[in-house]
């Protein structure tokens, strides 16, 4: 008799959050990915457009975990005409040795908004100055928030910015995170404004025009990209990859295909300049040289994320006992 | 609020079976597959070496079809040494007009036996003769017994015979299916003597090396042959392939890449004299056209299937009160 646990966004937000050990759950996947030991299928992909609907499918083995996560996620846009969430998802966590389900993990996107949060927080880790006192943050959604509670656990982050399309969004933004933080929070006019005192600046946005142009770098600052996950999308313009002291990414063909390579490869640009995210962890290449070096971090996000906090994430919750055991 | 039914095998057995509505339903899909309707992209393939395992993603969208199915098999060929079956699987239905998780079907590779089983009766409905009364099946294990009970549903099968490379499994096979269907079942000496008297031969083996070679085809006979679906797999000789008068398969890409096509190509056969099933379902391209006829159908599997047979399962089980709902 074999068991599978059922467990639901109120159980995984209870288990998983922006604390140092997913954090670091999150940048031990890295290392596996740019050394070729993460095995990580092509991402499978269904369009719906009579419903302006997409599903993707993301997985991963890595090598010693002993789980295997399958995520499905999806993005339907006419859903908030309908009272209902345009992204949603669910992941399932097999047993790497046996093949067999062990928990079904219906997050409606959690862990996916979280993993992609903490690998911001790694990206700035190895990357941003290590003094930075100002961030900022383009795109004032659920990921910006995360991205920026994420930040201050690994930079002494005294002040943010934040700019957005929508003023009004920027706003309430600034008025939340002032107080979820503790710290000032104000909305800029332009990216350019937001990024002017930065040391550390996050986008987060799904935008197809760049918001990060030249004029928007200047010495020391790090840039996390983490918008574009599509051939359609694009944060940073080509020239300003191109201008970078050093260019990083998750994964240099994702990042090529569908990231903010993508553009700038068409530009000119030599993938084979980049490096990937894991190489700095591992040692194998270094990261920023001098404070006063521009950094660029572009994050498609992978399958081996989702197998990391879906792993964890499934342990903390048999220990715990939440959830519901169902046999099969 | 939105809810997910948690659906066990007891229950999805109890919904479906090998009825004449779940026959339907899977042949309601082949004229979508052969005319392009169905978007099924490439079954996402996971290896685990060091455990012989593999885990296949397969999913498809249909138009007009209120779900959209997720299938996760896991064979992992290790298990049976510590007490576990070596295949198995769920499936997730997700909403197709809105992308949110139905149901979780934990059917432990249930649903796919049938609808492969089902997919073996529609393929004798539309090629063997009318008037069929001896079936031979290859292999004496799950999909054996459950080709020959669906095939029972659509020829008037007299008796039985049944070929296994284990002449103990093949005993036990006979006098199982015996008193299952109320006919006489033997086990043949060799593929060759069951084949013998049959109008109607059903290959499901995982064989690397042809069975059905070009002595044992005959006159009249129907070979529909379910075992291959990887690339180091075949049951029939690139030579009876070549000799059949009609060629049918359900998906000419796949059959090609993993089925029995594959070898026949290799061979010189030109793939595109093979018909797809559902070209011969909607009347677009003629099936059997004499009684002596040699026909042979490969059918690899599609995630058209599980689509239609997850929907048909889910509805049923939802009409019944089935399963377990949970808040998500």
Not at 14 to 24: H, I, K, Q, S, T
Not at 112 to 127: C, E, I, Y
Not at 273 to 286: F, K, M, T
């Given at each position: 008799?074999?068991?599978?646990?059922?467990?639901?966004?109120?159980?995984?937000?209870?288990?998983?959050?922006?604390?140092?050990?997913?954090?670091?759950?999150?940048?031990?996947?890295?290392?596996?990915?740019?050394?070729?030991?993460?095995?990580?299928?092509?991402?499978?992909?269904?369009?719906?457009?009579?419903?302006?609907?997409?599903?993707?499918?993301?997985?991963?083995?890595?090598?010693?975990?002993?789980?295997?996560?399958?995520?499905?996620?999806a993005g339907f846009f006419d859903n908030p005409s309908i009272g209902l969430?345009?992204?949603?998802?669910?992941?399932?966590?097999?047993?790497?040795?046996t093949g067999i389900p062990r928990a079904a993990l219906f997050d409606n996107?959690?862990?996916?908004?979280?993993?992609?949060?903490?690998?911001?927080?790694?990206?700035?880790?190895?990357?941003?100055?290590?003094?930075?006192?100002?961030?900022?943050?383009?795109?004032?959604?659920?990921?910006?928030?995360?991205?920026?509670?994420?930040?201050?656990?690994?930079?002494?982050?005294?002040?943010?910015?934040?700019?957005?399309?929508?003023?009004?969004?920027?706003?309430?933004?600034?008025?939340?995170?002032?107080?979820?933080?503790?710290?000032?929070?104000?909305?800029?006019?332009?990216?350019?404004?937001?990024?002017?005192?930065?040391?550390?600046?996050?986008?987060?946005?799904?935008?197809?025009?760049?918001?990060?142009?030249?004029?928007?770098?200047?010495?020391?600052?790090?840039?996390?990209?983490?918008?574009?996950?599509?051939?359609?999308?694009?944060?940073?313009?080509?020239?300003?990859?191109?201008?970078?002291?050093?260019?990083?990414?998750?994964?240099?063909?994702?990042?090529?295909?569908?990231?903010?390579?993508?553009?700038?490869?068409?530009?000119?640009?030599?993938?084979?300049?980049?490096?990937?995210?894991?190489?700095?962890?591992?040692?194998?290449?270094?990261?920023?040289?001098?404070?006063?070096?521009?950094?660029?971090?572009?994050?498609?996000?992978?399958?081996?994320?989702?197998?990391?906090?879906?792993?964890?994430?499934?342990?903390?919750?048999?220990?715990?006992?939440?959830?519901?055991?169902?046999?099969?």
């Amino acid at each position: 008799m074999t068991a599978i646990h059922i467990l639901t966004e109120p159980d995984l937000r209870a288990a998983v959050g922006l604390g140092d050990d997913e954090r670091m759950a999150i940048e031990a996947v890295y290392p596996l990915i740019s050394s070729g030991r993460a095995q990580m299928p092509p991402i499978m992909r269904i369009d719906i457009p009579e419903r302006r609907g997409e599903i993707d499918i993301k997985s991963a083995y890595l090598p010693g975990y002993g789980g295997v996560a399958v995520k499905v996620s999806a993005g339907f846009f006419d859903n908030p005409s309908i009272g209902l969430p345009s992204l949603g998802g669910l992941m399932i966590l097999l047993d790497a040795r046996t093949g067999i389900p062990r928990a079904a993990l219906f997050d409606n996107g959690y862990l996916t908004d979280l993993r992609t949060a903490l690998a911001g927080a790694v990206a700035a880790d190895h990357l941003a100055v290590p003094g930075a006192t100002v961030a900022a943050v383009l795109g004032a959604g659920v990921q910006a928030r995360l991205q920026l509670g994420a930040l201050c656990q690994v930079r002494p982050i005294e002040r943010a910015l934040v700019w957005s399309r929508s003023a009004s969004e920027a706003a309430t933004f600034a008025e939340t995170m002032s107080g979820e933080l503790g710290l000032p929070v104000a909305a800029a006019p332009s990216p350019a404004a937001a990024a002017q005192d930065a040391q550390v600046l996050v986008t987060t946005t799904p935008a197809t025009e760049p918001l990060v142009d030249l004029g928007v770098l200047h010495p020391g600052l790090h840039v996390t990209a983490v918008g574009s996950d599509a051939e359609h999308k694009q944060e940073v313009a080509a020239q300003a990859i191109q201008a970078a002291d050093l260019v990083v990414c998750d994964h240099r063909g994702q990042s090529t295909r569908l990231g903010e390579l993508r553009a700038a490869v068409a530009a000119g640009f030599d993938p084979g300049e980049a490096v990937e995210l894991g190489q700095i962890i591992s040692g194998d290449r270094r990261g920023r040289r001098s404070p006063d070096a521009v950094t660029i971090c572009d994050l498609t996000g992978t399958g081996a994320q989702d197998t990391a906090i879906a792993s964890l994430a499934t342990t903390r919750c048999l220990e715990a006992g939440a959830g519901i055991r169902v046999d099969t």
